[in-house]
């Protein structure tokens, strides 16, 4: 079975810029998952789906936000790039929305912003 | 204080020893706990998940939770120096979402 897969692997942009990533969940996961890695603060949660609605939210900003297809793939946006938001997107897919399921990543996406 | 704690290490063990790397947490209500490590530039790959207090053996590994403490510990046996990565501990809280620690730098020295 395919694992997660997220697109682009790398990305560079300059603030005020916008960008969306995007993620595939591995076949008959309907849970996706972003957070948000840096080194400072470890791996945050950003926000989850699961069947086309956002399920829970984490501390970020409006600036984030994200959705999800009918066949699970899930983009993220981020709005008027900060220097703060250079980090490592992770998404995670999962069988089922929020608990009783673990999760697995995908490879992330490396955004630098100048 | 932070949901989920852990020691960043780095914590330094000879090859073959046992590596002991902890994590505690503050919610009294959460349910799951897992075990990931991480190698420099790669994403978090899962090692194992307990839910139930006690040990739980997978391979050279070892899970332990104590929920009455609010600790959950993973051991790894026989280290080798392929296991040098960071560690990270998430939970589960009740309202479904994973509290991830920053993790523990294991370095397995040959």
């Known amino acids: 079975k395919a694992g997660v897969t997220q697109t682009p692997r790398y990305l560079i942009k300059t603030r005020g810029q916008q960008v969306t990533l995007s993620c595939s969940p591995i076949?008959?996961?309907?849970?996706v998952s972003w957070y948000q890695q840096t080194p400072g603060q470890g791996l945050q949660f950003l926000f989850e789906y699961f069947s086309e609605t956002q399920r829970n939210k984490g501390n970020f900003p409006g600036r984030f936000s994200g959705r999800q297809f009918s066949n699970s793939r899930s983009e993220m946006n981020v709005s008027t790039l900060e220097l703060g938001d250079s980090a490592l997107y992770l998404c995670?897919?999962?069988?089922?929305?929020?608990?009783?399921?673990?999760?697995?990543f995908g490879p992330g996406t490396r955004l630098t912003v100048l | 204080q932070k949901e989920v704690e852990q020691n960043s290490g780095p914590l330094s063990v000879p090859e073959g020893a046992i590596a002991s790397l902890n994590c505690t947490y503050s919610d009294r209500g959460s349910q799951s706990f897992f075990w990931y490590r991480q190698y420099s530039g790669k994403s978090p790959e899962l090692i194992m998940f307990i839910y139930s207090n006690g040990d739980k053996e997978d391979g050279r590994f070892t899970a332990q939770l104590n929920k009455a403490s609010q600790y959950v510990s993973l051991l790894i046996r026989d280290s080798q120096p392929s296991d040098s990565a960071t560690y990270l501990c998430?939970?589960?809280?009740?309202?479904?979402?994973?509290?991830f620690g920053t993790g523990t730098r294991l370095k397995v020295l040959a």
């Open positions: 995670a897919s999962s069988s089922v929305a929020g608990g009783g399921d673990t999760q697995y």
């Open positions: 076949s008959g996961h309907r849970s």
């Open positions: 998430a939970v589960e809280k009740r309202t479904y979402k994973y509290i």
